[in-house]
């Protein structure tokens, strides 16, 4: 297959099979999936523009009823959680001008008028002119197409002051050999990412051995280390034994392992 790829036309061809079973194999009756929750595997995205799979990924939250941003997907842009819909605004508030990510807030017909009998959780949430905060970090373009960088909650803060967001290196790890599951943290102001390795793979090939799965994640964090920024650069993986635990969105629960970067 990696042959023919590269054969002008037949690439066209083969995207075009791959794409025809998995239309099938989820009914072949319907017209795009819609994904949300959480963020998308950026390489699985890349495949499935590239097939031309009529998939879109928007955003949202319970307190918008709960959509903010939605495109056909058609109209989607990689990289992207859809245009901001109609009926609402949004907004990127930054302390740093300089600086175009920031929170993203929203006010609009389908938002929240506050907690249910919680006025000091309603006031936190809400800016004083009114506009919703998501606790989510991005961008938006001119064409109110939002792209999510993290959480406000994660982000940390290089030593010259740069913003990283843990979850974007936690794709590119999540993407290498062996590793299931991974978590950045901050450990004496350097970059420390635990991982839990895929060990039924790693059984599946005869590869479950101390030393083996050292020389794996050594190479892991070579190749990791290529593909982010100077001030992304992680330090030491540090293999951890299960899984981490999750809130019921199956979200990481972040706070739980902050003892960790401190141990």
């Given amino acids: 297959m990696k042959w023919a790829l590269n054969i002008p036309l037949l690439d066209s061809q083969i995207y075009g099979q791959i794409r025809k079973k998995l239309i099938d194999a989820l009914g072949g009756r319907f017209k795009e999936i819609i994904i949300g929750g959480a963020a998308m595997n950026p390489e699985v995205t890349e495949f499935f523009y590239k097939i031309k ?11 918008c009823a709960p959509l903010i941003s939605y495109a056909p997907w058609d109209q989607f842009i990689p990289g992207s959680a859809g245009r901001v819909l109609d009926i609402m605004e ?15 807030q929203v006010r609009g017909e389908n938002v929240m008028k506050g907690y249910y ?74 970059l420390v990412a635990l991982v839990y ?6 059984d599946s090939l005869g590869l479950n ?45 972040r706070f739980l392992y902050n003892s960790i970067a401190e141990a």
């Fill in 90 to 104: 949004a907004r990127i508030d930054s302390k740093d001008p300089e600086n175009i990510t920031g929170e993203i």
């Fill in 209 to 253: 051995t101390t030393d083996n799965i050292q020389t794996v994640m050594e190479e892991n964090l070579k190749n990791l280390n290529k593909q982010v920024g100077g001030y992304e650069q992680i330090s030491k993986i540090q293999l951890y034994p299960t899984e981490f635990e999750k809130t019921p969105k199956r979200s990481i629960k």
């Fill in 117 to 190: 009998r919680n006025e000091e959780a309603t006031k936190e949430v809400f800016t004083e002119d009114g506009w919703l905060k998501t606790g989510d970090l991005g961008t938006l373009d001119k064409n109110g197409f939002v792209y999510i960088r993290g959480r406000s909650k994660t982000m940390l803060l290089s030593s010259n002051g740069q913003n990283i967001f843990p979850e974007e290196i936690e794709a590119k790890l999540n993407n290498l050999p062996f590793v299931l599951e991974s978590l950045v943290i901050e450990r004496n102001q350097k």
């Fill in 197 to 202: 390795p895929d060990y039924e793979c790693l």
């Fill in 53 to 63: 799979f009529p998939f879109t990924i928007g955003y949202g939250m319970t307190e």
